[in-house]
């Protein structure tokens, strides 16, 4: 199934490093973002970069020869270009219905 | 029991309408469709559907009655379709399996119910005690609980997903305390469908019978409160939440 934009940016960016391909990059986001409650098809820019800054370095260091430090930044440029999240997630609906 | 049972309803329909007009218009104001589907849900099963399948059949003139009958089958047929494709969309929404299952709901929802009213036009209140129709009723009850079981697992699922977050400052209580709630409602729903299908099954009436009356009001009266809490919490309730947003999540 698809992740969300910011989901598959950071997909994209993780796969381009060494000892990494497409599903390496994949299964390793989604092991940090099942950690922190979070689905690969909402979460947006945001989350994400809670993700990269305090799950991620976590699971980057069972790769052996991973420069945490130089793609978690590398990550967390990525994210902050990405334009802020305009998809209807759940927390979002929820949010939306009281208020 | 049955003014307790009117009274319950009576609650239940006011407070749905109040969420239902409040979700449309903001349908109108913002065009998102969740609200478009959860006010019209509100509007067509628990505002007017329930409401409508409890008057028809104490109405004295039985061509009215019946009209009433009708017009609330198709009420709850079109309300509990709608909770299932708001279900699709906003905690589905790439799956297409959550749309076919939706649309899988909706359509066994309409045949049943088609054949209630049939069975209604034909014999009247009494039609129960035909065989096709008591099954239609059972059928149509348990694919009614169905659609509020996958409302309240969705909502069950998403508090554990809430309560995740909050480890890393993520999550908002208030919508948290809202997933809860939701599961909490639609768990009810459930619980009052199954006793309703277990009173037919067992060759009883739903309408007078002493046991889906009391769960059917019980069960409409707290999900009223909840309503309440949920789509029109007052500002002491939020406040109460926020009380600690650090360890508000853990306690919901």
Same mark, same amino acid.
């Given at each position: 199934?698809?992740?969300?934009?910011?989901?598959?940016?950071?997909?994209?960016?993780?796969?381009?490093?060494?000892?990494?391909?497409?599903?390496?990059?994949?299964?390793?986001?989604?092991?940090?973002?099942?950690?922190?409650?979070?689905?690969?098809?909402?979460?947006?820019?945001?989350?994400?970069?809670?993700?990269?800054?305090?799950?991620?370095?976590?699971?980057?260091?069972?790769?052996?020869?991973?420069?945490?430090?130089?793609?978690?930044?590398?990550?967390?440029?990525?994210?902050?270009?990405?334009?802020?999240?305009?998809?209807?997630?759940?927390?979002?609906?929820?949010?939306?219905?009281?208020? | 029991?049955?003014?307790?049972?009117?009274?319950?309803? $009576?609650?239940?329909? *006011?407070?749905?309408?109040?969420?239902?007009?409040?979700?449309?218009?903001?349908?109108?104001?913002?065009?998102?469709?969740?609200?478009?589907?959860?006010?019209?849900? #509100?509007?067509?099963?628990? =505002?007017?559907?329930?409401?409508?399948?409890?008057?028809?059949?104490?109405?004295?003139?039985?061509?009215?009655?019946?009209?009433? !009958?009708?017009?609330?089958?198709?009420?709850? *047929?079109?309300?509990?379709?709608?909770? !299932?494709? !708001?279900?699709?969309?906003?905690?589905?929404?790439?799956? @297409?399996?959550?749309?076919?299952?939706?649309?899988?709901?909706?359509?066994?929802?309409?045949?049943?119910?088609?054949?209630?009213?049939?069975?209604?036009?034909?014999?009247?209140?009494?039609?129960? =005690?035909?065989?096709?129709?008591?099954?239609?009723?059972?059928?149509?009850?348990?694919?009614?609980?169905? $659609? #509020?079981? /996958?409302?309240?697992?969705?909502?069950?699922?998403?508090?554990?997903?809430?309560?995740?977050?909050?480890?890393?400052?993520?999550?908002? @209580? *208030?919508?948290?305390?809202?997933?809860?709630? /939701?599961?909490?409602?639609?768990?009810?729903?459930?619980?009052?469908?199954?006793?309703?299908?277990?009173?037919?099954?067992?060759?009883?009436?739903?309408?007078?019978?002493?046991?889906?009356?009391?769960?059917?009001?019980?069960?409409?009266?707290?999900?009223?409160?909840?309503? *309440?809490?949920?789509?029109?919490?007052?500002? /002491? #309730?939020?406040? /109460?939440?926020?009380? =600690? @947003?650090?360890?508000?999540?853990?306690?919901?």
């Amino acid at each position: 199934m698809a992740g969300s934009a910011a989901f598959e940016a950071v997909c994209s960016e993780l796969a381009g490093f060494p000892n990494m391909d497409r599903w390496t990059a994949r299964g390793t986001l989604q092991l940090a973002l099942m950690d922190a409650g979070l689905e690969a098809s909402n979460a947006s820019a945001e989350q994400l970069m809670i993700v990269v800054d305090r799950l991620l370095p976590r699971q980057l260091q069972s790769h052996a020869g991973a420069d945490v430090n130089a793609i978690c930044t590398r990550l967390r440029d990525v994210l902050s270009l990405l334009p802020a999240s305009k998809g209807d997630s759940p927390e979002a609906v929820f949010a939306r219905m009281g208020s | 029991m049955h003014q307790l049972a009117f009274l319950c309803v $009576g609650i239940y329909t *006011v407070m749905s309408a109040v969420v239902g007009v409040r979700l449309v218009r903001r349908y109108f104001a913002t065009h998102r469709v969740p609200e478009l589907l959860m006010g019209t849900a #509100y509007l067509a099963a628990p =505002a007017c559907g329930y409401p409508l399948v409890v008057v028809g059949p104490a109405l004295p003139d039985r061509d009215l009655g019946a009209l009433f !009958f009708a017009a609330g089958e198709t009420g709850i *047929v079109l309300g509990v379709s709608l909770f !299932f494709f !708001f279900n699709a969309k906003v905690f589905r929404a790439r799956s @297409p399996f959550a749309f076919a299952g939706a649309a899988l709901g909706s359509v066994l929802m309409a045949l049943t119910a088609l054949e209630v009213v049939r069975g209604y036009l034909a014999l009247g209140p009494g039609s129960t =005690a035909l065989a096709s129709v008591r099954t239609a009723s059972v059928i149509l009850l348990l694919t009614l609980g169905s $659609g #509020y079981a /996958w409302t309240a697992l969705e909502g069950a699922r998403h508090v554990q997903l809430m309560r995740k977050r909050a480890r890393y400052g993520m999550g908002d @209580p *208030v919508v948290a305390n809202r997933f809860l709630l /939701w599961a909490i409602a639609g768990s009810l729903q459930v619980l009052s469908a199954i006793v309703a299908a277990t009173s037919l099954e067992t060759g009883g009436n739903m309408m007078t019978d002493a046991a889906p009356l009391l769960a059917t009001s019980l069960v409409g009266a707290f999900n009223s409160a909840l309503l *309440v809490l949920i789509f029109i919490p007052p500002a /002491w #309730y939020t406040r /109460w939440l926020t009380r =600690a @947003p650090a360890g508000a999540l853990e306690a919901v």
